[in-house]
Antibody, heavy 119, light 110 residues
């Protein structure tokens, strides 16, 4: 079955760290660029990060630049998001998403994992 | 980073057609042919329904259609059904390997 499954969310104090994982199956993971997108409570979807097929090129939204790092392990078919210096405003459901070829669109999404930043 | 503007809410009766606008600039919608649309039922995975502004992925209902004119993209839902009640988001590539979503539109079926 073609799917993405996120894990690693939870409750963390401000200033803390968390690493999210996204396990991919049913498709050739190493052939696709991957992304993280989040949705804060009561707010809309926000693009967070993107990584190239071999991990050599990454990009991040200004709001997380310098604090979050996206990476991947193609041998394990897994995408990661290392989140440091977490802030209250990082509280959100985090989704991993697969990019469709060169169309710049996200054609497969996971169910999401909830990150709550609170003291 | 740029922001795409969508109406907060749109409503319609079953069977009617509704259109959701997504207003941007020459730095996003107008500069690239890479606008996509997503349907999101809270608590579920977002669903991809339109790419490259007007193209519909296989398996997506023909009731969903996309268009683009200048710096504005639009999503039209024809023959509105109860299951269409959800949040809808536009998204555009904005260069420098970055993307931006619109604020989202809540569709209510009356």
């Amino acid at each position: 079955e073609v799917q993405l499954v996120e894990s690693g969310g939870g409750l963390v104090q401000p200033g803390g760290s968390l690493r999210l994982s996204c396990a991919a199956s049913g498709f050739t993971f190493s052939s696709y660029r991957m992304h993280w997108v989040r949705r804060a409570p009561g707010k809309g979807l926000v693009w967070v990060s993107r990584i190239d097929t071999d991990g050599s090129d990454t990009s991040h939204a200004d709001s997380v630049k310098g604090r979050f790092t996206i990476s991947r392990d193609n041998a394990k078919n897994t995408l990661y998001l290392q989140m440091n210096s977490l802030r209250d405003e990082d509280t959100a459901v985090y989704y991993c998403a697969k990019e469709r070829g060169s169309a710049g669109a996200f054609d497969l999404w996971g169910q999401g994992t909830l990150v709550t930043v609170s003291s | 980073q740029s922001v795409l503007t969508q109406p907060a809410s749109v409503s319609g009766s079953p069977g009617q057609s509704i259109t959701i606008s997504c207003s941007g600039s020459s730095n996003d919608i107008g500069g690239y042919n890479l606008v996509s649309w997503y349907q999101h039922h809270p608590g579920k995975a977002p669903k991809f329904i339109i790419f490259e502004g007007t193209k519909r992925p296989s398996g997506v209902s023909t009731r969903f259609s996309g268009s683009k004119s200048g710096n504005t993209a639009s999503l039209t839902i024809s023959g509105l059904q109860a299951e269409d009640e959800a949040d809808y988001y536009c998204c555009s590539y904005v260069g420098d390997s970055a993307w931006v979503f619109g604020g989202g539109t809540k569709v209510t079926v009356l």
